[in-house]
Structure formats: C-alpha cells, structure tokens
C-alpha cells in the first residue's frame, strides 16, 4: 500500500472551512483515498473515500488533483466538535491489500 | 445497526493475567480486524480475518497473543500472559467485501486495557 504525507497540526476558525492536505505520490491505479478521523478516546470514524472524481457527503469534501497524487480533505464549516486526528490512507480493494496502513494523521484543532 | 461492539470497554489486570477481548462485528461484514494503539507507536494492525479465517497475523507481536474467529459475529483476542508494555486501546474493525466502490471499514470503540 501506499503511503501518506500530512501535516501533523492544523488549526481552524470555528465556522471556518478546514482544509487537510495529504500527499500519496506513489499511489497505483487501482488504490482508493479514504480519509478517517478520530475524535479523542473514540474508534476512528470513516468520513470519506474516493479514486479519481471528487466526491462529496455530509460530512465532507475530497478533492483528489488530476495526477492522483494529493487530495485534500474540506470540512465547510468547521465545529468545535470536527477536533481530532484525521488519517489518509490509501488502500487497494482487491486481493489482501483491504488492511489500512496507518501514519500519524493532522491533529486538527477548531479554534473558537 | 448498532456497529461493530466490543467489550470490555475498560479492563485493568494484573502482570500474568490472562486477557480476553470480544468482538462483534456488523451484521453481514466477513472482514474482521484487530488494531493496537499507542501513544509511541500509533494505530497497528494486529490480525485481520476473511470469511472466519486468519489471512495476515504478521502484526501480532508475539506468542502470547492469539486470535479466533469462531463463527461470522463474534471473535476474541487473548493476552496470555499479560505484560505491562501491552497496556493500550485495542480496537477491532469489521468491512465487507466485494461491491464497486472501496470496502469502507467500520470501527468499535475500543477496549482499554492497563496492565499493572
């Protein structure tokens, strides 16, 4: 699999879009973007995936550049409660790569 | 669906001790995963499980741990004997597999576990 470059900190304005980088310049054709958050003394929580398009959900958005090699995480309108460490990990879907590799993540602090 | 369930949430045992930990994933995922975090070393994979059967347990870190998977909804992961250096949050993950899109994973809360 993989791996993934992030910032280890980041800080954000309450009600302020928050922008979490996260560079995979080795990543192959067939590996997916998932992005992962945990909020302290919680299980991480699944956010967002993508391959190639940029996708968006009620949490989030995940724009991923044309070469595949970064994406960026946006949460709109960041809460107090959007505090936590966000992982990117990128994760093949076929044959035994469906285990995450995880690096340390961007602890992201929402300021008021 | 209530997510994947383990307990105990919170265990504190002495050095020595056997240690067992549950889990349920959710209904109908056949991708179990046992993780281990630390302050030091962060999120590891312990051993993970397709259709009940182990299919990479090379994170396991010695002897003394063991995973089953007994049936589709439940497995355990046993400490035995418990050392301090194994105190940590232990979560246990399920997925399925198959579909078009990537196999999102789902995780429990986690049970802490503190050898003394």
């Known amino acids: 699999d993989a791996k993934t470059t992030q910032p280890p900190s980041m800080d954000c304005a309450e009600g302020r879009a928050a922008n979490l980088p996260c560079n995979h310049s080795?990543?192959?054709?067939?590996?997916?973007v998932y992005w992962y958050r945990q909020i302290h003394s919680q299980g991480p929580q699944y956010i967002i995936h993508?391959?190639?398009?940029?996708e968006t959900n009620e949490m989030a958005s995940l724009i991923i550049t044309e070469d595949r090699k970064s994406s960026t995480l946006i949460l709109p309108h960041a809460t107090l409660r959007d505090t936590a460490v966000y992982y990117c990990?990128?994760?093949?879907?076929?044959?035994?790569?469906?285990?995450?590799?995880w690096g340390l993540g961007t602890s992201l602090a929402v300021n008021p | 669906d209530a997510g994947v369930i383990q307990s105990p949430r919170h265990e504190v045992t002495e050095m020595g001790q056997e240690v067992t930990l549950r889990c349920k994933p959710i209904?109908?995922?056949?991708?179990l995963f046992w993780y281990r975090q630390t302050m030091m070393r962060g999120l590891e994979l312990l051993i993970y499980?397709?259709?009940?059967?182990?299919?990479?347990d090379s994170g396991m870190p010695e002897d003394r741990f063991s995973a089953k998977m007994p049936n589709a909804s439940f497995s355990t992961l046993k400490i035995q004997p418990s050392e301090p250096r194994d105190s940590a949050v232990y979560f246990c993950?399920?997925?399925?597999?198959?579909?078009?899109?990537?196999?999102?994973?789902?995780f429990g809360e986690g049970s802490w576990l503190t050898v003394v």
């Open positions: 993950a399920s997925t399925t597999l198959g579909g078009s899109s990537g196999n999102t994973i789902y």
């Open positions: 209904s109908g995922h056949n991708s």
């Open positions: 499980f397709n259709n009940n059967v182990p299919i990479d």
């Open positions: 080795t990543i192959s054709g067939n590996e997916y």
């Open positions: 993508g391959l190639k398009n940029n």
């Open positions: 990990i990128v994760r093949g879907r076929a044959g035994n790569n469906r285990k995450l590799i």
